[in-house]
C-alpha cells in the first residue's frame, strides 16, 4: 500500500514537472512569435541600400533616416500630445472614476451606462464636426487641436470605477471623522492607493497617441506641428519604398514606446489584475 502511495506522488510530480516545461515551451514559443517582427524590422534597418556596396552591418541607415525629415520636432509634437493627453485623461478618469464608485446620484447607473456606449464610436465617425469645432476656435495647427478633443476617455472612467470599487469604505470612513473633505480623500488617500490603474491608463494612453496618426494628419497641415508617425510617411513614395530607412526610422520611433512599458510592466499588470478587467 505504501508503495502504490509512494509510486504516484512520483507520477504526480513527474506530471507536474512536464506540465511545467510545457507551458514555459508554449510560452517561450509564443513569445518568439511576437518578437520575429521586431528582429525582422532591426535587421533590415542595418541593410546596407541596393546601389551601395557594402558589407556588414550598414549603421549609416539610422543617421540618414533622422535627417530625412524634422525628427526633432517631430518628437518633440509627438511627446507633447502625448504627455497631454495622457495627463488629462488620467485627471478625468480619476474625479469621474471616484464619483461613479462612492457618490451616490439620480441616473448614475445610465449614465455610466452611455458613457461605456461611447466606446463603441470610432472617432473617425467624429472627427468632421471636431475638425468644424477647432476651426471655429482658431485651434488647427496648434497643440490644443492634438489635445483637447482626447481630454477624456471612458475607458479610462472604467478603469478607475473598477479600481475604486476594490478600495474598503472603512478608508474614507475614517478619514471623514478625522474631518477630511470629499476632495481630500480623493487627492490623499484615494490617488496614492491608484498607482496601478494610475500606470496602467498611462501605458495605454501615451503608447496609443504616440501611435496615433490619424488626428494629426488631420488636424494639422504644417511641417513644424507634424508628429512622428507622419515623419515616417516621408519612405513612403508612390513607386519606391526604401525599407532600410523606413525600418531605421520605425527603430527610433518604436523606442520610447518600449521603454515606458518596460518601466511600468509590473505597475501595469498589477492594475490590470486589481481593477475587474483580467
Known sequence: ???????????????????????????????????????????????????????GLYWQNYAEAW???????QFFNSLVMSLGVTAGQIITSLMAGYAFA??????????????LSTLIIPFQVLVIPVFI????????????ALIVPSLANAFGIFLFTQFFKTIPVELEEAAYLDGASRWTILWRIMVPLARPAIATLFLFTFIAEWNDLFKPLVFTSTNNMRTVQLG?????????????????AVVFVTIPSVLIFFIGQKQFIKGIATTGLK
Do not use: C
Open 102 to 115: 462612492r457618490m451616490k446620484f439620480y441616473g448614475r447607473e445610465t449614465m455610466l451606462l452611455i458613457i
Open 1 to 55: 500500500m505504501k508503495k502504490t502511495s509512494s509510486h504516484a506522488s512520483v507520477l504526480n510530480v513527474q506530471s507536474s514537472g512536464f506540465a511545467g516545461i510545457a507551458s514555459h515551451v508554449t510560452a517561450i514559443a509564443v513569445a518568439m512569435i511576437f518578437i520575429l517582427p521586431l528582429v525582422a524590422m532591426v535587421i533590415v534597418s542595418v541593410r546596407p541600400p541596393i546601389d551601395v556596396a557594402a558589407s
Open 232 to 248: 515616417l510617411t516621408v519612405f513612403q513614395e508612390q513607386f519606391k519604398v526604401e525599407y532600410n530607412l523606413l525600418m531605421a
Open 67 to 73: 535627417g530625412a525629415t524634422n525628427f526633432g520636432r
Open 133 to 144: 469645432m477647432l476651426t471655429k476656435f482658431g485651434w488647427v495647427n496648434t497643440y490644443y
